[in-house]
T-cell receptor, first 114, second 110 residues
Framework: DTEVTQTPKHLVMGMTNKKSLKCEQH?????MYWYKQKAKKPPELMFV???????INESVPSRFSPECPNSSLLNLHLHALQPEDSALYLC?????????????FGPGTRLTVT | SQQGEEDPQALSIQEGENATMNCSYK?????LQWYRQNSGRGLVHLIL?????REKHSGRLRVTLDTSKKSSSLLITASRAADTASYFC??????????FGKGTLLTVNP
């Protein structure tokens, strides 16, 4: 199984809502990532988890809160978002967190903040 | 900062033609990856080329790396409509990070 799954596919939320994005992989990968991608732009790294510990936070606002409950799951908790946070949120995983490992991406969650 | 810069930004060709896209980067690397993204979907890893390799093939893909010029190219031969996608190079920014360039939008017309 070389698949990374993400739920939901689409999410519309108001600025006062709290919601969560979920990501799952069963490839035994020990590194997982969250990226944000705006239209016609490249993905931008948000967080890196390595062995279930947060190893990189790219100065992401605290209204985005990542969580890694176990080696297969990655969540992104959302609270008090702004309309400019509307984007495609991509989850990825790799065998390790080192740069020579290829990353496997999920299909993304299309988030709209109203 | 380290980020790949793809050229051209957009490329439109006919089915069966070859497509070449280029990537330049700024600092020394030990490998470089190429990814493809179909419209609004996740990225798919295409190929990883190491700094001690000059050329690498995978099916209809051919990637070259010139570390002296800090550049790489991706050649897709005998293109198909299904190759329509954005293509990103990803030089590593540090031990744990890839950074993606702005990408080349390839359109293959049937």
């Amino acid at each position: 199984d070389t698949e990374v799954t993400q739920t939901p596919k689409h999410l519309v939320m108001g600025m006062t809502n709290k919601k969560s994005l979920k990501c799952e992989q069963h490839m035994g990968h020990r590194a997982m990532y969250w990226y944000k991608q705006k239209a016609k732009k490249p993905p931008e790294l948000m967080f890196v988890y390595s062995y279930e510990k947060l190893s990189i936070n790219e100065s992401v606002p605290s209204r985005f809160s990542p969580e890694c409950p176990n080696s297969s799951l990655l969540n992104l908790h959302l609270h008090a978002l702004q309309p400019e946070d509307s984007a495609l949120y991509l989850c990825a995983s790799s065998q390790g967190a080192l740069r020579e490992y290829e990353q496997y991406f999920g299909p993304g969650t299309r988030l709209t903040v109203t | 900062s380290q980020q790949g810069e793809e050229d051209p930004q957009a490329l439109s060709i006919q089915e069966g033609e070859n497509a070449t896209m280029n990537c330049s980067y700024k600092t020394s690397i030990n490998n470089l990856q190429w990814y493809r993204q179909n419209s609004g979907r996740g990225l798919v890893h295409l190929i990883l080329i190491r700094s001690n390799e000059r050329e690498k093939h995978s099916g209809r893909l051919r990637v070259t790396l010139d570390t002296s010029k800090k550049s790489s190219s991706l050649l897709i031969t005998a293109s198909r409509a299904a190759d329509t996608a954005s293509y990103f190079c990803a030089p590593p920014r540090s031990n744990y990070k890839l950074t993606f360039g702005k990408g080349t939008l390839l359109t293959v017309n049937p």
